[in-house]
Each structure stands twice: as structure tokens, then as C-alpha cells.
């Protein structure tokens, strides 16, 4: 049986790659491999260089080219490299060829995000759930991960007679513990939803959004509490809930894990019971990071995952945060490059397509409490007008503040 499921080891240095086809042009692979490099850091791995194909199609049998292979594989020679990182998934027979053309550790986006959740969980809801996502996802890979477990285990005593592969033993194993953590995850669902329910019928707000755009920190400003916040990738990964009071109104406030691009769905059905915190919301708080670059792919992204969770209906409040961070380059940088993307002032985003959305929204930052008022304020509008819809006879000034 496999002793430890946990595959890198901080320090160790990688390589990225990454492939220009029909869906991601150069610009938007750059961005993929900028969030990779930072997920790899993440993760306490060192990036060292970038490859970058344009292929039609990925290759059967090592997703890219042959002769990027051995381009990879020279540099690989010429270097003390331990891990090469692919942006997308490999399929198991990809992972295993490339392993043997390198000779290197392979890894894909999915694994190196699971390794990032085994190495953040730590309740035991999180840790089960993590377990059970990279079990599955590690399954099919067996045979290229552990080569050792190749030799053939002879003698007699063995559970499927002289001969049989230990590796087949391994899977067996594997499959065991996998039904045996869905069955700990179903009691543990089971739980939650109890825990859920003895809340009341309190108003309930989820703060959502991409991963690293501030969360925790507003979890803290709202709640007064102390929630872990980092500046990295999935800083949370259980989901907390606080009771907050907003003026005299008091409403429920959780805080999930933040999504990202090419979220490994083994982790998306793990997480089951951490996303019904979402789903059953009354309200979502989606912050988006607003000084990034690219903040308008990241509010996508978590849409399409609100909607595919079953959530995308939700009333939600828009809360573009980090206003403190968000940089205006020189007007003269557009003139000379008329292909840039020209970046709006704050105000000239307000009136863009913002101003249009039907779901309210708010600029904001938690960190210099910029138009935090504003926003306690918005809230309050939000959750009166549930709790008056739900409570019509209730009288809110006797309420404690």
C-alpha cells in the first residue's frame, strides 16, 4: 500500500510548459503559466524555465511535439532540474512516456494543485476529502509513479497466487481505500448538513471568488475573527462561518475555498459538502481582485464553476477589492502601442459594463478599508430585504446590535 500520498518535496526545482492551440492564444498561455509559476511557489518549488509549443492537436503520446521533447531534454541534461510541470492534464500513459524520455519526475497542473490542498488541509474533513481526490486522481497512475511496484511478488501466501503484480495488489488496495473515504465523506456530509440546519433560519452569506483575491480578509473585517489569510493560493480550504451583525441585523458568513482555472474535478466532487455552504446561500459576496490584469477571466471562471455547482442563480453582491493595488499605467503607453489592451481609471470601470450588471457592486479594500461603509451598508440593504421577505412580522429594532 502506498505509506505517503504527499509527491513533492519543497525545493525542489521545475521546469513549465505549456501549449498555444485553439483555446489559449500566447498572451492568455503567459497568464496560465504566470498563475502556474505562482502555484508552484505555492507549493515551495522553484520554476526555472518556460517551454511553450503551438500545436493543432496535443500529441497521443507526449502531448507535445517530439522535438520539444527533446529540447526539454537538454535542458533537463544540462540541469539540476527534479520536476517537470505540464499547464494541462496528462493522460497516464503521456505521464509515464515523458517520465521515461526525462527520466524526471512528470507532473500536470492537477497534481501539483492537489499537492498544494494535501499540504494546506488541516481538519480532518479537509484532510479526508484532499485524500480521496488525489487517490482517485492517482489510480490510473500507479504504474508510472511507482515503478518499483512493478516487480513481480512471487512465493505463495499472496492474496492472487504466485506471480501476481504488486502493483495489482496496489490498485486493489487503492480501490478499497477509495470506497472507504467516500463512506467517511458520506457520514461527515451527513453532519454538516445537521450542523446546517441547527443554525436557523438566520440569512446566510458566502463569500466566492477566484483564489488569492482577498476573502479571508474581508471574512475578518466583517466577522472581527481571525481567519487565516496568506498571500497564496488557497490559503483556505475549510469553510468557516461566523455570525455577523450588520447594523441590528444579524445573518450567517462563510468563507470556502477559492476556485481557479482547470480546478481538478476529482477536488470539485470531493468538496461536496464545503460547496453546499455555497449552494445553500441566500446571498454570494463574489470578490474579485480587481488589480489584476486579467480579473475579468478570473470573475468568468468563477461563474462558469458557480453554475456547474449548481449556484449560479444566486442573488450576488459584486466586490471588486484591492482598489489599493489597482494601477493606472501612463496614457502615453497606449498611444505608442495601440495593440495593448487599454486599462480604464477606477472611475471609467464604474461607468464600463459594471455599471450595467444587474447584481449590485462595490469597489472596495479590505486592507486600507477603503469604502468599507459603503459596503457594510449594501449588505444590510441585501440581507434586510430577505429577512423582511422571510420574517414579515418581525420587528428589527428589538434585536441586539
Known amino acids: 500500500?502506498?505509506?505517503?500520498?504527499?509527491?513533492?518535496?519543497?525545493?525542489?526545482?521545475?521546469?513549465?510548459?505549456?501549449?498555444?492551440?485553439?483555446?489559449?492564444?500566447?498572451?492568455?498561455?503567459?497568464?496560465?503559466?504566470?498563475?502556474?509559476?505562482?502555484?508552484?511557489?505555492?507549493?515551495?518549488?522553484?520554476?526555472?524555465?518556460?517551454?511553450?509549443?503551438?500545436?493543432?492537436?496535443?500529441?497521443?503520446?507526449?502531448?507535445?511535439?517530439?522535438?520539444?521533447?527533446?529540447?526539454?531534454?537538454?535542458?533537463?541534461?544540462?540541469?539540476?532540474?527534479?520536476?517537470?510541470?505540464?499547464?494541462?492534464?496528462?493522460?497516464?500513459?503521456?505521464?509515464?512516456n515523458l517520465e521515461k524520455e526525462f527520466g524526471k519526475k512528470v507532473i500536470d497542473r492537477n497534481l501539483l494543485i492537489l499537492d498544494i490542498f494535501a499540504d494546506r488541509a488541516r481538519t480532518s474533513h479537509a484532510r479526508t476529502q484532499v485524500e480521496l481526490a488525489r487517490y482517485q486522481y492517482l489510480l490510473p497512475r500507479l504504474t508510472g509513479m511507482w515503478t518499483h511496484l512493478e516487480r513481480q511478488r512471487g512465493g505463495t501466501g499472496t492474496r492472487g497466487g504466485s506471480g501476481e503484480k504488486e502493483i495489482e495488489t496496489d490498485r486493489r488496495n487503492v480501490r478499497d481505500r477509495i470506497a472507504l473515504l467516500k463512506d467517511e465523506l458520506k457520514h461527515i456530509d451527513r453532519q454538516m448538513a445537521t450542523q446546517r440546519k441547527s443554525r436557523g433560519e438566520l440569512v446566510r452569506v458566502a463569500l466566492v471568488g477566484y483564489t488569492n483575491v482577498g476573502k479571508s480578509t474581508i471574512m475578518n473585517l466583517l466577522s472581527k475573527s481571525n481567519v487565516f489569510a496568506e498571500n497564496k493560493l488557497f490559503a483556505t480550504l475549510d469553510t468557516t462561518v461566523r455570525k455577523v451583525v450588520v447594523g441590528n441585523l444579524p445573518f450567517l458568513l462563510s468563507d470556502t475555498v477559492g476556485f481557479i482555472r482547470k480546478l481538478p474535478t476529482q477536488l470539485v466532487e470531493s468538496f461536496k459538502s464545503t460547496l453546499d455552504e455555497t449552494r445553500e446561500a441566500d446571498i454570494l459576496l463574489h470578490v474579485v481582485d480587481i488589480s489584476h490584469p486579467h480579473f475579468e477571466d478570473q470573475l468568468n471562471v468563477v461563474k462558469t464553476t458557480l453554475t456547474e455547482i449548481g449556484a449560479g442563480d444566486k442573488r450576488t453582491i459584486l466586490v471588486f477589492n484591492k482598489i489599493d493595488a489597482y494601477r493606472e499605467p501612463p496614457k502615453e503607453e497606449h498611444l505608442l502601442d495601440p495593440t495593448k489592451k487599454q486599462v480604464l481609471t477606477l472611475k471609467e470601470l464604474e461607468k464600463s459594463w459594471m455599471s450595467k450588471l444587474s447584481d449590485p457592486c462595490i469597489f472596495i479594500s479590505a486592507t486600507d478599508r477603503e469604502n468599507i461603509d459603503q459596503f457594510r451598508q449594501l449588505i444590510f440593504d441585501e440581507v434586510k430585504a430577505i429577512h423582511t421577505k422571510r420574517y414579515p412580522y418581525d420587528k428589527l429594532e428589538y434585536w441586539a446590535g
Open 1 to 96: 500500500m502506498i505509506e505517503n500520498l504527499k509527491i513533492l518535496q519543497a525545493q525542489q526545482t521545475c521546469v513549465l510548459v505549456g501549449v498555444i492551440d485553439k483555446r489559449q492564444d500566447a498572451e492568455l498561455l503567459e497568464e496560465f503559466l504566470d498563475e502556474l509559476a505562482f502555484l508552484a511557489t505555492t507549493a515551495h518549488l522553484i520554476p526555472l524555465k518556460r517551454f511553450t509549443q503551438r500545436l493543432e492537436h496535443p500529441d497521443n503520446k507526449f502531448y507535445i511535439g517530439s522535438g520539444k521533447v527533446q529540447e526539454i531534454k537538454r535542458y533537463l541534461d544540462d540541469n539540476k532540474i527534479d520536476i517537470v510541470i505540464f499547464d494541462d492534464e496528462l493522460s497516464p500513459s503521456q505521464q509515464r
